[in-house]
């Protein structure tokens, strides 16, 4: 394998990726990898997992549909981490209270 190469081609991808952190889609791979994994990554990490042919840049659509999909998967994990604080005190009227056994009389 020619490692010059191979890091150059990184690099070059590295240099038409303008943002920080970018969304991939995974490609199918010969080891079993599943087309359409949507995944956030550094630029870096982006540039090697699309020079190995195991990812593409996300299209716009398709990551306004992830951000979307983040923002909703969001909103419930905190309505239901709000749901699992809420504590109630249920609390019987005073006439329907049970009345307190008394000892036997001194």
Not at 57 to 76: G, M, N, P, V, Y
Not at 84 to 102: E, G, N, Y
Request: no cysteine; net charge positive.
């Amino acid at each position: 394998m020619d490692l010059k190469g191979y890091f150059k081609k990184i690099r070059d991808v590295e240099a038409t990726i303008p943002a920080p952190y970018v969304l991939i889609a995974s490609l199918e791979t010969p080891e079993g990898g599943k087309e359409g994994t949507f995944t956030e990554v550094s630029r870096r990490l982006a540039a090697r997992i699309i020079a190995e042919s195991r990812g593409r840049l996300a299209t716009e659509a398709e990551s306004e549909l992830f951000r979307e999909k983040q923002a909703e998967a969001l909103r419930a994990a905190q309505a239901l981490a709000a749901a699992q604080r809420m504590q109630f005190t249920l609390v019987q009227p005073i006439d329907s209270r049970p009345k307190p056994a008394r000892g036997p009389k001194d």
